[in-house]
């Protein structure tokens, strides 16, 4: 599914990294409250100045129902709930997500756009700390922990992930903690200092109670309908034709039409690679097709991208993109339990292989035996490095590819590369 061309994957992404920010700078903004209340309120101030301003409301907004639109359509059309631990805990943590935040919402944001009360931190602090605190800590527990899950998903295709994943780890564990620590230090000073005067009428405030009850029953009403849809769509599933998957060393499977062939494979515990979650990413859950090629749809742009990268032959597609509707044969092209992160961002096309005319070259030296016979091993070894060595020079100068050395013979490849 795309929207205006662009992928739902590109979409969540995008939506994600936005609200991510606005929950980064978030929870920094309560961390300040480790220096004082004041110095929290005026960090806020810069910062609503930006977030409730029409654009970047506009922009939050539609980054919120475009995320959670998508997120609860991912969900609801899942073919199977096999999932690795992670991938669960975001789900989870994704579907609890919208209890918290509505009524974090209605208690912030709500008053400030429909009554026009500037809800600063003395405010929400008063209405807060210390009965309501726990509802915070499980909200900023919940979105932080999702959206690092997220991130670490997409990060760890890139090269460079691997190198700074721990000291991002350290800063992703401190940055909640701090905000929580800054929260609480806020409230107690607060609690101490702040002189309520109530900026809401009774009628207000029975409005605003009566949206808590609203918002609490709209978030549990969003995810069930999403979890209903899901049951309908599973049903109707179990009454479509099936069919037969065989994997090339790992045996055949029957299965009903509809998930995706990496779907398939996890629900049947069939081992396959797959870094990014199926999230066309990543080039690990790739598979030969060796029959049944025809039947499949063509490759999304998403998909293309990603087999471009690798140089993929015609017959190699992306298990978490193809929906087999006949019978097919597939053999997998990474062992699932060997791969790595790095694996995915993987530069070498010909890894797997790829149909290509090249030229190949031989060369050797003459008399080579005669003349070892005579020299001493260390004058070999030297003749050899030299000649080896300066062929290996002229072999790249010429755009040429050195693939292995066999003794004083040298194997090279021109036409690598080229189409």
């Known amino acids: 599914m795309s929207i205006a061309g662009i992928s739902q994957h590109r979409l969540r992404l995008i939506s994600g990294l936005i609200l991510f920010s606005f929950a980064l700078t978030h929870l920094l903004n309560h961390a300040v409250g480790l220096i004082s209340l004041d110095a929290m309120e005026q960090v806020r101030l810069v910062r ?37 631990p992670w991938e669960g805990v975001q789900l989870v943590f994704g579907l609890a997500i919208p209890y918290f935040l509505f009524r974090h919402m209605i208690g912030t944001r ?33 979105v932080w922990v999702h959206a690092c899950i997220g991130l670490h998903f997409w990060l760890r295709l890139k090269p460079w992930y691997e190198r700074i994943v721990w000291p991002l780890f350290g800063v992703a564990v401190l940055i909640p903690v701090l905000a929580y620590a800054g929260f609480t230090v806020a409230g107690r000073e607060n609690q101490a200092t702040y002189e309520f005067q109530n900026p809401y009428t009774a009628e207000q ?104 990268r690798v140089g993929a032959a015609a017959n190699v597609r992306l298990a978490c993109q193809i929906v087999p509707t006949e019978d097919i044969a597939v053999a997998t092209l990474l062992p699932a339990h060997r791969v790595k992160p790095a694996d995915a961002a993987l530069s070498d096309r010909y890894t797997w292989g790829v149909e290509q005319e090249v030229t190949l070259m031989f060369a050797d030296l003459r008399g080579f035996t005669a003349l070892s016979e005579n020299k001493y091993p260390y004058d070999v070894v030297f003749i050899l490095n030299q000649y080896l060595g300066q062929m290996s020079t002229a072999i790249e100068d010429s755009g040429g590819y050195v693939d292995k050395f066999i003794g004083d013979g040298i194997m090279a490849i021109f036409g690598l590369g080229q189409d």
């Not at 930006?50 to 907004?61: D, I, Q």
């Not at 500037?118 to 602090?125: H, I």
């Not at 049947?268 to 499949?296: F, K, N, Q, Y």
């Open 48 to 84: 609503v100045a930006v977030t409730r301003s029409l654009p970047g409301s506009t922009v939050l907004g539609l980054a919120l129902l475009v995320h959670i639109g998508l997120a609860l359509y991912k969900f609801a059309a899942r073919r199977s709930l096999r999932m690795t």
């Open 110 to 142: 709500f008053p400030h756009e429909l009554f026009g009360t500037d809800t600063d931190y003395s405010l929400v602090l008063f209405g807060t700390w210390p009965k309501e605190a726990w509802r915070l800590l499980f909200l900023i527990t919940l």
């Open 205 to 308: 405030i029975q409005i605003i109670l009566s949206a808590f009850d609203w918002g609490v029953w709209g978030a549990l009403g969003v995810v069930g309908l999403a979890v209903i849809i899901r049951i309908i769509w599973v049903a109707q599933r179990r009454l479509k034709p099936q069919v037969k998957i065989s994997y090339a060393g790992a045996g055949e499977v029957v299965t009903e039409r509809g998930p995706s062939l990496l779907e398939i494979s996890r629900s049947w515990d069939i081992p396959h690679a797959s870094v990014c979650g199926g999230r066309a990413r990543c080039s690990t859950c790739r598979v030969r097709v060796m029959e049944g090629l025809e039947s499949l749809a063509a490759p999304s742009a998403d998909e293309q991208r990603v087999l471009d």
